[in-house]
């Protein structure tokens, strides 16, 4: 099995910066692309960014120059720092891996259980 595991979040006041991570852990042959989706009240879950394991990103048009995502391959984790917050920037944030798991030539496609970031005055 492989897991994802999210650390960070939590509250914020607007212009304020927090930083979230994910592990991914288990029967892992390789990571390919790992991104971070956010999903607000009432609204549908969306791509913030992603990082291919060459380090190519790519950010949705509300965060770019804002957040920053990275990773370390050694470690199969990816972070996001978010600066600049903005109290739209509220929501539970989601990690995703796309994992090759020892054994298998299938991809899985496999998420975090979800971390909330909150930013409020």
């Known amino acids: 099995q492989v897991q994802l595991v999210e650390s960070g979040g939590g509250l914020v006041q607007p212009g304020g910066s927090l930083s979230v991570s994910c592990a991914a852990s288990g029967s892992i042959f390789s990571v390919l692309a790992m991104g971070w989706y956010r999903q607000a009240p009432g609204k549908e879950r969306e791509l913030v960014a992603v990082i291919t394991s060459g380090g190519n990103t790519s950010y949705a048009d509300s965060v770019k120059g804002r957040f920053t995502i990275s990773r370390d391959n050694a470690k199969n984790t990816v972070y996001l720092q978010m600066n600049s917050l903005k109290p739209e920037d509220t929501a539970v944030y989601y990690c995703?891996?796309?994992?090759?798991?020892?054994?298998?030539?299938?991809?899985?496609?496999?998420w975090g259980q979800g971390t909330q970031v909150t930013v409020s005055s």
């Open positions: 995703n891996a796309q994992v090759q798991r020892l054994g298998s030539v299938i991809l899985g496609n496999y």
